[in-house]
């Protein structure tokens, strides 16, 4: 079955950084974009970064200079550096894979990971 990992969250102060990641697995034969997105306790959520399957990776303005994603494990694994953390990080987050239509894959539809905790105190 299809299985998203997330792990890497913890407790952090104000400045300081984590490295977020996110293993997929049990789906063959697709090109997927994988993003984070990240939600606070009443609050919707929110898209933070995309690495798209040709190499793409954008970001959310609110985290431009200071988080930076990356890919490998043939691709299965998505990771986010979290640098420069500030109390508005505080979430869950995310894992979204996102497959391109392919007879050949066997993943149908976009899916989410579990999620883990980041909290940053001032």
């Known amino acids: 079955q299809v299985k998203l990992v997330e792990s890497g969250g913890g407790s952090v102060q104000t400045g300081g950084s984590l490295r977020l990641s996110c293993v997929a697995s049990g789906y063959t034969l697709c090109n997927v974009d994988m993003s984070w997105y990240r939600q606070a306790p009443g609050k919707e959520r929110e898209f933070v970064s995309t690495?798209?399957?040709?190499?793409?990776?954008t970001y959310a303005d609110s985290v431009k200079g200071r988080f930076t994603a990356s890919r490998d494990n043939a691709e299965k694994t998505l990771y986010l550096q979290m640098n420069s953390l500030i109390p508005g990080d505080t979430a869950m987050y995310y894992c979204?894979?996102?497959?391109?239509?392919?007879?050949?894959?066997?993943?149908?539809?976009?899916?989410w990971g579990q999620g883990t905790q980041v909290t940053v105190s001032s």
């Open positions: 690495f798209k399957r040709d190499g793409t990776i």
């Open positions: 979204l894979v996102d497959p391109v239509f392919s007879p050949l894959c066997s993943l149908s539809r976009p899916r």
